[in-house]
């Protein structure tokens, strides 16, 4: 018999499955940080602050093996909780067709290849080797 995929699944908006960890060698975007955040808080049943204490662990462990100095935890913790606040909002008017909300979750979707930036203000000033700003760079202008 055939596995079927359910559609509780598959995330609205990002149209992936929720996962527990972050892709290789990159630093993750806004979406990937939505996916584990929401593998956090949906699947393993976490409530919203542990589920982002989870996420900010993950997204820093990425952060900290790319070399980059980063924000404070507090702060990646509330960006985190911002980015699924922001999903929430557009997730309680799915319904509706308008054009108004079509271009909002547009722009949302746009939004979620962009990096999920949490470097240091002052990373690129940071004693740190060449060739991690330039992967900073990189990072920042692929997006």
């Not at 606040?85 to 722009?107: N, P």
């Not at 990373?123 to 692929?142: C, N, S, T």
Request: proline share 3%; with cysteine; charged share 35%.
């Amino acid at each position: 018999m055939a596995c079927e995929r359910r559609s509780t699944d598959v995330i609205w908006l990002l149209e992936k499955s929720p996962t527990s960890s972050f892709p290789g060698n990159r630093l993750p975007s806004r979406g990937e940080v939505l996916q584990v955040f929401l593998f956090h808080h949906k699947i393993q049943k976490e409530v919203l602050f542990a589920a982002a204490a989870s996420t900010t662990e993950k997204v820093l462990e990425v952060w900290r093996r790319a070399n980059i100095p980063t924000s404070d935890v507090s702060w990646v913790k509330k960006k985190i909780l911002k980015l699924y606040e922001e999903y929430g909002a557009l997730a309680k008017s799915k319904s509706r067709k308008t054009e108004t909300e079509e271009m909002k979750r547009c722009i949302f979707r746009d939004s979620l290849e962009d990096m999920f930036d949490i470097a240091h203000s002052k990373a690129m000033e940071a004693k740190i080797p060449e060739e991690d700003k330039a992967f900073l760079e990189a990072q920042r202008e692929d997006r």
